[in-house]
């Protein structure tokens, strides 16, 4: 057999399985949202943002912590805010703290949800309904957070 022969079936599938944006895209969503279009790091969110004059929805989170879990299955399973992911901003998921401390205005807290718009001014004053962690929210506040999201958006129109 020759050193250069034609790839196997296998090769050839599992090299289009790794070039195929279906691939690429569902690890980054990491449960969040298969369909949303996620960026991989806060800088790549930023200059998108910038770009498509969308706001960028920063979700921090962990993958063991039980709230941090909770949230991710309403959030994914949440139509309206999946449409709204999708279509009105940049998205990205975060498994670690962002080196902008802006990120977290009043401590690095699981899970977390914080908006910047695409002047890359972080919208400290969107905030979910608890005084001594204004970023979280829990599963039963999906309809603040989808009001939140309302708000990014419409606050670009107004301000920028």
Same mark, same amino acid.
Request: charged share 20%; proline share 5%; hydrophobic share 35%.
């Given at each position: @057999? ?5 790839p196997?079936?296998c090769? !050839?599938?599992?090299r289009?399985? %790794? ?7 569902q ?8 369909d ?5 790091t %806060? ?6 943002? @910038?770009?498509s004059?969308?706001p +960028?929805?920063?979700?921090?989170? +962990? ?14 399973? #949440?139509?309206?805010i ?10 990205l #998921?975060? !498994?670690?703290s962002?080196?902008?401390? #802006? ?5 690095? %807290?699981?899970?977390r949800? +914080?908006? !910047?718009?695409?002047?890359?001014? !972080? ?9 001594n @962690?204004?970023?979280? %929210? ?9 009001? #939140?999201m @309302? ?7 107004t301000?920028?």
């Amino acid at each position: @057999r020759a050193l250069h022969s034609a790839p196997s079936w296998c090769e !050839v599938v599992v090299r289009e399985v %790794y070039a195929s944006s279906l691939y690429l895209s569902q690890p980054l969503s990491t449960g969040w949202g298969d369909d949303i279009e996620w960026v991989q790091t %806060y800088e790549e969110g930023l200059a998108r943002s @910038r770009q498509s004059k969308k706001p +960028l929805m920063v979700i921090h989170h +962990l993958e063991e912590c039980p709230y941090s879990q909770a949230l991710k299955k309403a959030f994914a399973s #949440n139509t309206e805010i999946q449409q709204m992911a999708q279509e009105d901003f940049i998205m990205l #998921n975060l !498994v670690h703290s962002s080196s902008d401390d #802006n990120m977290a205005p009043d401590g690095h %807290y699981v899970p977390r949800i +914080l908006f !910047v718009d695409p002047s890359m001014t !972080v919208r400290a004053d969107i905030t979910g309904k608890y005084g001594n @962690r204004m970023y979280t %929210y829990e599963p039963q506040d999906i309809s603040a957070l989808i009001e #939140n999201m @309302r708000q990014a958006k419409s606050l670009l129109h107004t301000e920028l």
